[in-house]
């Protein structure tokens, strides 16, 4: 194990431990971090906090008007073990079909999931291009669905070479342009603003974008994590308003929805 790969892994397991003590006793001592202190200020200047015209589903937020809405597409790039937004999604809105990507081998539940009429999954990780890519995994040796195309909470001398599908062509293959109301949820590790930047700058403007935005472990991707996340507020608020409703693991991640501001959902 080289140095880089050393202190990467005694930042995870150092901020690991933060998070345990944090959820033990329902604390949050994000104050004491400088960089942790950042971010949650930074999201609280400028972002809007999330209001009562949206609903939670699961774990995230979708406007509420979205409800009452027909012709809905959704594509969810990210899914590992844990489908209960996407459950959700299928029973309170009136669906037309739901795209889902994941890399990983999924588990029983998830697989039973996926036999419904509406909804397409394929095993590809979702990316802004497709191409060859590495795909880092967790230092844990138990399974871990968090696999990344990024740096993100993953060791970097533990990867396999993978091929990416990119979320043009995938626009492209759901008919996107052809559905007034789109969804699209990013709970993929470290590429999210990635893969909303191609989007925006192709053209393709869903009305709502549900994404994290997790915030490396490694002392050496700091600065750009920073980079980009001021790059995508920059690209998203030209077409959208931008949401946070970040409740726990403050400083670690943003979890933020983006609505169209012409969509007439909020």
């Not at 892994?9 to 901020?15: A, G, P, Q």
């Not at 844990?140 to 062509?169: A, C």
Request: charged share 30%.
């Amino acid at each position: 194990m080289n140095f880089i790969n050393l202190l990467d892994k005694i930042s995870y397991f150092s901020t690991k431990l933060i998070k345990k003590v944090e959820k033990k006793f329902s604390i949050s001592l994000h104050f004491l971090f400088p960089l942790r202190l950042f971010l949650r200020l930074y999201e609280k200047i400028f972002f809007k906090k999330i209001n009562n015209k949206f609903e939670l589903f699961s774990n995230y937020y979708l406007p509420t008007k979205l409800l009452e809405k027909k012709n809905v597409l959704v594509i969810s790039g990210g899914i590992g073990f844990d489908i209960s937004f996407e459950k959700v999604v299928l029973e309170k809105i009136n669906i037309s079909k739901m795209i889902l990507f994941d890399p990983i081998e999924l588990c029983d539940e998830v697989k039973e999931f996926l036999n419904h009429k509406k909804i397409s999954y394929f095993k590809k990780a979702l990316y802004s291009e497709s191409k060859k890519m590495k795909i880092y995994k967790p230092f844990e040796k138990e399974k871990n669905p968090n696999v990344s195309l990024n740096i993100l909470h993953t060791d970097r001398s533990n990867y396999q070479i993978i091929k990416t599908v990119g979320i043009i062509p995938v626009l492209k293959f759901a008919k996107f342009k052809e559905y007034k109301n789109k969804v699209i949820k990013l709970d993929i590790e470290g590429v999210a603003d990635l893969v909303i930047i191609k989007c925006i700058k192709n053209n393709y403007l869903p009305c709502v974008i549900n994404f994290e935005l997790e915030r490396p472990t490694s002392i050496f991707e700091q600065f750009k994590y920073f980079k980009r996340l001021f790059e995508l507020k920059k690209v998203l608020e030209k077409e959208y308003s931008i949401f946070y409703y970040t409740s726990i693991k403050l400083g670690y991640r943003l979890e933020l929805i983006a609505v169209k501001k012409n969509s007439e959902l909020i």
